[in-house]
């Protein structure tokens, strides 16, 4: 049985406390993370590859319980989903992409990280705890994994950056920045970026950069002190090297020659298929010739691989040119068609080279979001949604469709973030948005297509967007100390290089960013290099948008109408009906969608406006208050021998008395009134039973005096 131990730090204000030996002690290695009320528990396991395998078989899987917020699942199925909730995949994938690349290179044991959050406190940021608790985990793993990588969340608040803010403080935040470093000879180096902000410029995100990696210091520390203190417990303790496993380089020579041909023949072939089919030709070839008893097809093809990634590098560095035949800074040749799909609110092809996404937004009355749970257990209603679908025959390829991968998940999550700061309000705007990106073809940046074809088709479909938002993908080719930033990379140069820094924003500032790195870690000198590069590609792409469509259309005639207006907060009932009755009577009626708000917000959503007005008159009549000398146009509904029963507007019904018909003395009711009869009348008594009391007579008279 493992012994306890326990260490605690402090950072950003809030004491955390880092427990191993208490819960899984069959595993790997584990951690109990606890920080307020929140508990985090992330176990690693390990076990050695069963073959050589040319990938890193690393799993990152973060669960949340839903005893954690002392709650029940919704829904038939009461056990927790697997797989996981949208929430948990983005944090999944947020402590994979800063993990994965500081793993030694060639590594191939494989790895799987389990985070379970088992308690939530909701003034605790979920995502950063998680992070901290797996890299704690890792610290104390007898694997070669020797650094102590830490996350922080930073805002920004009345021009003042935040580390760590609260839920609270987020919601008015101009920025959500969520920033994992690593310790390094200088200043903490950066590993991933994932934000959304609010136009913010250039300037204030490096200084978030640089406090969030001096600030993550205390955590480092942190664990590096629990480390420490597990040691001590464990004396016999120490980390396996780092180093990579051997690679057998010596068949190299004997092939640089061919395939030196090879690529440099395929350098002048710009089409990424014929490129890739030509290659694939060559490579087959030299396996089919060299493969024997001794030299194996795989070890053939891990040379070839590895041959090409080096004369890629070699040639674009020495050159300055890529592999597509641009220079490093040049953005790929763009192209934009509207209107494509006669029937749909608002739709967009957008390409860039050989990438392009045909993106389609639809309106629709608010109320029809999809619902989110967070890690918090917190639930709501999302009003904007997009989705990004990437079928295999975007890169050429056969595949089977089926549910949305995680990389499609995180892909339409960054192209949400990066839209959502410039939608109009709800109060301006009210309606529920859908916009679904789907890749036609692949080479490389969809993502950031997927941006650029939202925010055409939004505008396209007469959502009064702020401003068009782009979005470009970075790449980097590290030559020993010396970076080289390539803008618009390919789908060959994200594989090939050493970064992919998406960077998506207006004319204005930035609203999304996301980094992935292969190397284990850049400075900020690099990512500032980086973001200016990136905002004069993304000013070159808002120019190509702008000259497409720079201003909302109207409106499809097939999109609803949506008509707003409030009612006092004690009529709701009366709109809504005993069971319902009322307002799925107007629904069927008027043909038109209905909602109300607690508030007495009344929307109403229809494709015909007409009907739409109609509906909106006939609520406000159901509402109204009746008093006495309103006259209204009636209609008899039933006729009685002393009176007779008005249907008047507003569903409501008033009784019209015999003696309220006429001046003179009515002996027979029926000579002067038929069943279904309209006529005016007029309100001449509430009584303290809100009976509604009619007259004619005196109308009669008013009439006779206007004449005379």
């Not at 496993?245 to 710009?270: C, F, N, P, R, W």
């Not at 890629?312 to 020495?318: A, C, N, P, Q």
Request: glycine share 8%; hydrophobic share 35%; with cysteine.
């Amino acid at each position: 049985m493992k012994l306890h131990t326990e260490s605690t730090f402090q950072y950003c204000g809030k004491e955390y406390t880092l427990t191993t030996g208490l819960l899984a002690n069959q595993a790997t290695a584990d951690v109990m993370l606890s920080v307020g009320d929140t508990r985090i528990h992330a176990v690693v396991s390990h076990t050695k590859s069963s073959e050589d395998m040319d990938f890193f078989p690393l799993l990152v899987q973060v669960l949340r319980r839903h005893y954690a917020s002392g709650s029940i699942s919704g829904g038939h199925i009461k056990r927790e989903n697997t797989r996981g909730s949208e929430t948990e995949i983005i944090a999944s994938r947020l402590i994979d992409r800063a993990l994965r690349p500081l793993f030694p290179e060639s590594y191939n044991d494989e790895i799987q990280i389990f985070i379970e959050i088992l308690s939530t406190d909701p003034a605790i940021d979920i995502e950063v705890p998680c992070f901290l608790a797996a890299s704690a985990a890792l610290s104390i793993a007898p694997i070669p994994f020797q650094h102590v990588p830490a996350a922080i969340r930073l805002g920004y608040i009345d021009q003042k950056i935040i580390a760590n803010p609260s839920a609270e403080e987020l919601e008015k935040s101009e920025l959500n920045l969520l920033l994992a470093g690593k310790p390094s000879s200088g200043q903490n180096d950066i590993v991933m970026i994932e934000a959304q902000a609010h136009e913010l410029n250039e300037s204030n995100m490096l200084d978030a950069f640089n406090m969030g990696l001096e600030k993550m210091s205390e955590a480092i520390n942190g664990i590096t002190a629990f480390q420490a203190a597990f040691k001590k417990n464990h004396p016999e303790f120490a980390k396996p090297s780092s180093e990579s496993k051997t690679v057998d380089t010596s068949i190299d020579e004997q092939l640089k020659e061919k395939t030196d041909a090879i690529y440099e023949q395929s350098k002048g072939m710009h089409d990424k298929l014929q490129r890739r089919d030509y290659i694939k030709m060559k490579h087959d070839e030299i396996i089919s010739e060299l493969e024997s008893e001794t030299l194996e097809a795989k070890d053939i093809s891990s040379a070839l691989d590895r041959l090409r990634k080096n004369w890629v590098r070699e040639f674009m560095l020495s050159s300055s040119t890529r592999v597509d035949g641009r220079d490093f800074d040049t953005v790929r040749p763009i192209s934009v068609n509207l209107g494509l799909l006669p029937r749909v609110h608002g739709d967009a092809l957008f390409r860039r080279g050989e990438t392009g996404a045909l993106v389609t937004a639809t309106l629709a009355s608010l109320g029809k979001g999809e619902y989110v749970e967070y890690l918090s257990g917190k639930e709501a209603q999302r009003r904007f949604m997009l989705f990004y679908n990437f079928p295999a025959y975007s890169v050429g390829e056969v595949g089977r469709m089926g549910p949305p991968k995680r990389r499609e998940i995180g892909h339409g999550f960054l192209a949400r973030r990066a839209v959502e700061p410039l939608l109009p309000s709800e109060e301006t705007f009210p309606y529920t948005l859908r916009v679904v990106s789907e890749i036609m073809s692949c080479n490389g940046s969809s993502s950031m297509a997927s941006v650029c074809g939202a925010s055409l088709s939004l505008m396209q479909a007469g959502v009064p967007l702020k401003r068009h938002v782009a979005g470009i993908a970075m790449g980097l080719i590290l030559d020993k100390d010396t970076p080289h930033i390539l803008t618009d990379i390919l789908g060959d140069e994200d594989h090939l290089g050493d970064m992919d820094l998406k960077v998506a924003g207006t004319s204005e500032g930035i609203t999304a960013l996301q980094m992935d790195i292969k190397i284990d870690g850049i400075t900020q000198q690099m990512l500032k290099t980086a973001l200016e590069k990136a905002k004069t590609g993304r000013m070159t792409i808002l120019n190509e948008m702008n000259a497409a469509i720079s201003q909302p259309n109207q409106i499809s005639d097939y999109a609803p109408r949506m008509i707003s207006f409030n009612i006092k907060t004690d009529k709701i009932r009366e709109v809504i009906g005993k069971g319902g009755a009322v307002i799925r009577g107007l629904i069927e009626q008027y043909g038109v969608e209905i909602d109300i708000t607690d508030e007495g917000t009344v929307t109403i959503s229809a494709v015909d406006g007409k009907a739409g007005n109609n509906c909106k008159k006939h609520i406000l009549d159901l509402v109204s208050e009746i008093e006495p000398g309103q006259i209204f146009d009636g209609k008899i509904t039933k006729i009685l021998e002393f009176g007779a029963v008005v249907s008047i507007p507003g569903n409501k019904e008033g009784f019209l008395h015999i003696s309220q018909i006429s001046h003179q003395r009515v002996h027979n009711i029926r000579d002067y009134l038929t069943e279904n009869q309209e006529l005016k009348v007029q309100v001449s008594e509430i009584d303290r039973n809100n009976k509604i009391r009619l007259s004619i007579k005196e109308l009669s008279s008013e009439t006779a005096g206007t004449q005379e």
